[in-house]
C-alpha cells in the first residue's frame, strides 16, 4: 500500500520556523517529483513548493519565495519542507504529493498525504 504520511505541523507564533516532513512508503518515490500543498478553511488547495525528482530544482509561488526551502533525501524516502517568518496566513492543512513531474497544479499528482496542521498565531 503506498502511503505517504505528513509530520512536523503544530503550533507556533509569527515569525517561527517549522519543518516539515512526507515519509514514503509503499513504493520508492525517488523518481517523482514531489510537492507541497496547503488548504485553509474556506478556501481552494493551493500550491506552496515542489522540487524534482533529483533534488537540483525546487520551485515555489510569491506567497513563500524567500521564506520556506523544500529539500529531499531519496535514500530515506522523505521530503522536507522549511518554513521560516511563519505569518497568520500560512494557517492551514499541509500535505505533501508525489507525481511524474514538477507541476503546480493538484490535479497533476498521483499521490497524497493525509495532511498535517499548521497553525500560526500573531
Known amino acids: 500500500q503506498v502511503q505517504l504520511v505528513e509530520s512536523g505541523g503544530g503550533l507556533v507564533q509569527a515569525g517561527d520556523s517549522l519543518r516539515l516532513s512526507c515519509a514514503a512508503s509503499?513504493?520508492?518515490?525517488?523518481?517523482?517529483?514531489m510537492g507541497w500543498f496547503r488548504q485553509a478553511p474556506g478556501k481552494e488547495r493551493e500550491f506552496v513548493a515542489a522540487?524534482?525528482?533529483?533534488?537540483?530544482?525546487?520551485y515555489f509561488p510569491d506567497s513563500s519565495q524567500g521564506r520556506f526551502a523544500v529539500s529531499r533525501d531519496n535514500a530515506k524516502n522523505t521530503v522536507y519542507l522549511q518554513m521560516n517568518s511563519l505569518k497568520p496566513e500560512d494557517t492551514a492543512v499541509y500535505y505533501c504529493?508525489?507525481?511524474?513531474?514538477?507541476?503546480?497544479?493538484?490535479?497533476?499528482?498521483?499521490?497524497w498525504g493525509q495532511g498535517t496542521q499548521v497553525t500560526v498565531s500573531s
Open positions: 522540487i524534482t525528482w533529483s533534488g537540483h530544482t525546487t
Open positions: 509503499g513504493r520508492t518515490f525517488s523518481s517523482d517529483a
Open positions: 504529493a508525489a507525481g511524474p513531474a514538477l507541476d503546480v497544479r493538484v490535479d497533476m499528482y498521483d499521490y
